[in-house]
């Protein structure tokens, strides 16, 4: 493996245990997509460093669970905006 791909795996696993951060918002913050984050969390990091896997697996789980809170709040958010405007 490449040592940019491995720096960079490294990094967005330190990211997401530190934050608990989304797939999503950890590929915003380094400029990567949503694919290249989920590769590298679920299939790099784990022949990288175990126990950061392991880690990082359980932030990940925890936001999976949650998912649906997260989609039903934006749906309020935004139908209170559109309701504000009329």
């Known amino acids: 493996m490449e040592p940019y791909i ?3 795996v ?3 696993a330190a990211y997401i245990i530190e ?3 989304t797939v999503r918002k950890a590929a915003k913050e380094f400029g990567v997509s ?3 984050v989920h590769k590298d969390m679920t299939d ?3 022949h990288i460093n175990r126990a950061m896997s392991e880690q990082v697996a359980a932030v990940l789980e925890v936001n ?3 998912r649906h809170l997260r ?6 958010l935004k139908y209170r905006r559109l ?3 009329a």
């Not at 989609?71 to 309020?76: D, E, H, K, L, S």
């Open 34 to 36: 949503k694919s290249t």
């Open 6 to 8: 491995e720096n960079r």
């Open 19 to 21: 934050t608990g951060a």
């Open 64 to 66: 999976k669970e949650e």
């Open 83 to 85: 309701a504000g405007e």
């Open 44 to 46: 790099r990091l784990r």
């Open 10 to 12: 490294l990094e967005v």
């Open 71 to 76: 989609g039903g709040y934006a749906t309020f």
